[in-house]
T-cell receptor, first 115, second 111 residues
Framework: GAVVSQHPSWVICKSGTSVKIECRSL??????MFWYRQFPKQSLMLMAT?????????EQGVEKDKFLINHASLTLSTLTVTSAHPEDSSFYIC???????????FGQGTRLTVV | QQQVKQSPQSLIVQKGGIPIINCAYE??????FPWYQQFPGKGPALLIA?????SEKKEGRFTISFNKSAKQFSLHIMDSQPGDSATYFC??????????FGSGTQLTVLP
C-alpha cells in the first residue's frame, strides 16, 4: 500500500504553546487528507477533512481556530494545535486518499502531551 | 444513520482459535467496508475491505463476511496467533467519503 508519513511521532510541549504536526504522502498525490483524534482505548474521532488547496471542513464540536489545518500541496498537510492545554493531550492520526482511491492510508500517529 | 456498531469490546482466544468480530450499520448508502488493525502507539493499518456486491472476501487468514440484508459484516481471523493481538476497527464509507469507525475490539490471543 501507499505510504503516509507523520511527524513527529511524539511531542511534549508546555501549556500555552503551539505545536505543528506534519502528514506527508510519500508515493502518491493526496487530494484529501483527514485528521483524527484518538483517546486511550477509544475509537478514532474525525476532526476535519481537507482537500488540497481548499479550506478544511471541521466536524461539529472541533474548534477550527484551535486546530489549524493546512493542505497547501498534494503531498503535505499540517495540523497546528494552538495555545495547547493539557486536555489537548491525545493521539493524533492523519490519513490520506488519492483522487481515484476509496482506500485511505494512515500515518503512524503523533502522541501529543501538553504539560 | 452514520453510526457503525461494533462488538464485542474485547475478546480473548487461544492460539489457533478463530476470533469473530461483528459490525452493524444503518446507512444503506455505505458502499465500502474496511477492517483496520491497530497496535498500541501506531496508526491503523488496512487489513481487508469489502464492497456490498459480494458476500465474502478472504485474504490470507482474514475473512470478511457481509450480509447486506441484515446490514452486518464480520471479520474472522483463522488460526489466530499471539502476534494478532491488537485492536481491530471496522469502518464504513460511501461515495469515497470519510470513514465512519466502529468502537473497536481489543483482541488478545493467548500463546
Amino acid at each position: 500500500g501507499a505510504v503516509v508519513s507523520q511527524h513527529p511521532s511524539w511531542v511534549i510541549c508546555k501549556s500555552g504553546t503551539s505545536v505543528k504536526i506534519e502528514c506527508r504522502s510519500l508515493d502518491f498525490q493526496a487530494t484529501t487528507m483527514f485528521w483524527y483524534r484518538q483517546f486511550p482505548k477509544q475509537s478514532l474521532m474525525l476532526m476535519a477533512t481537507s482537500n488540497e488547496g481548499s479550506k478544511a471542513t471541521y466536524e461539529q464540536g472541533v474548534e477550527k481556530d484551535k486546530f489549524l489545518i493546512n493542505h497547501a500541496s498534494l503531498t503535505l498537510s499540517t495540523l497546528t494545535v494552538t495555545s495547547a492545554h493539557p486536555e489537548d493531550s491525545s493521539f493524533y492520526i492523519c490519513s490520506a486518499k488519492g483522487r481515484l482511491n476509496t482506500e485511505a492510508f494512515f500515518g503512524q500517529g503523533t502522541r501529543l502531551t501538553v504539560v | 444513520q452514520q453510526q457503525v456498531k461494533q462488538s464485542p469490546q474485547s475478546l480473548i482466544v487461544q492460539k489457533g482459535g478463530i476470533p469473530i468480530i461483528n459490525c452493524a450499520y444503518e446507512n444503506t448508502a455505505f458502499d465500502y467496508f474496511p477492517w483496520y488493525q491497530q497496535f498500541p502507539g501506531k496508526g491503523p493499518a488496512l487489513l481487508i475491505a469489502i464492497r456490498p456486491d459480494v458476500s465474502e472476501k478472504k485474504e490470507g487468514r482474514f475473512t470478511i463476511s457481509f450480509n447486506k440484508s441484515a446490514k452486518q459484516f464480520s471479520l474472522h481471523i483463522m488460526d489466530s496467533q499471539p502476534g494478532d493481538s491488537a485492536t481491530y476497527f471496522c469502518a464504513a464509507a460511501y461515495s469515497a467519503r470519510q470513514l465512519t469507525f466502529g468502537s473497536g475490539t481489543q483482541l488478545t490471543v493467548l500463546p
